[in-house]
């Protein structure tokens, strides 16, 4: 079964210090992709960042960094130098193929960052 | 590029009652979904549609109708409307790939009396 497990429902971080999202993954297909998404209080979705099943170098976007450890079926968000503006709900995600491309999201981790 | 578009944004809807969610997306995806996201709680896929004319069920389906004749538009019925149903919607589109993010809508807040 297909399955993403956010294990922290909320997380404090000082503002300007590093803080890091869990995310396990579950599936039987080799062929797969991690995502982060964003939520603020607005409401939308905004994709962070992507992770291959095959890439061999963690991805990174700016602040925010992907620790994918494929033998623990681990994909961890980094995100360095927190800002008040990164205080939102973070969902990881994992796109397979088996099931027409469907995505599975995790229950969402909910960050405070704190001047 | 508008992206994904969704309307309207907000609705209240009777026990009983039927309503339309429209989703629109102009970046000729072939893929596209619709979640829900009940308060505090992640994504739930409803329906999903590989192309024009084929949907299919994701994890939450009952109570749900979609049809997909173009490949813009992508809209969930609902038929005979429950306090359940009672969440936020969103519509998602993205390429077939797993390399690739889904694009979002952003979303109709449903409620249900």
């Known amino acids: 079964a297909q399955k993403i497990t956010q294990t922290q429902p909320g997380m404090f971080v000082q503002e300007k210090e590093a803080v890091t999202l869990d995310c396990t993954y579950d599936?039987?297909?080799?062929?797969?992709?991690l995502f982060w998404y964003k939520q603020p209080s607005s409401g939308e979705m905004i994709f962070l960042i992507y992770q291959g099943s095959y890439d061999e170098q963690n991805a990174t976007e700016g602040r925010y960094s992907l620790n994918f450890q494929k033998a623990r079926k681990s994909a961890n968000l980094v995100i360095s130098a927190s800002q008040l503006g990164d205080s939102a709900m973070y969902f990881c995600a994992m796109r397979v193929h088996t099931g027409g491309f469907k995505t599975i999201f995790g229950a969402g981790t909910r960050l405070f960052v704190k001047a | 590029n508008a992206g994904v578009t969704q309307t309207p944004k907000f609705r209240i809807l009777k026990i009983g009652q039927s309503m339309t969610l429209q989703c629109t997306q102009d970046m000729n995806h072939n893929y596209m979904y619709w979640y829900r996201q009940d308060p505090g709680m992640g994504l739930k896929l409803i329906y999903y549609?590989?192309?024009?004319?084929?949907?299919d069920k994701g994890e939450v389906p009952n109570g749900y109708n979609v049809s997909r004749s173009t490949t813009e538009d992508f809209p969930l019925r609902l038929e005979l409307a429950a306090p359940s149903q009672t969440s936020v919607y969103f519509c998602a589109s993205s390429y077939p790939y797993s390399t690739h993010e889904q694009f979002f809508g952003p979303g109709t807040r449903l409620t249900v009396l």
């Open positions: 599936t039987s297909d080799q062929s797969y992709g």
């Open positions: 549609s590989v192309g024009a004319g084929i949907t």
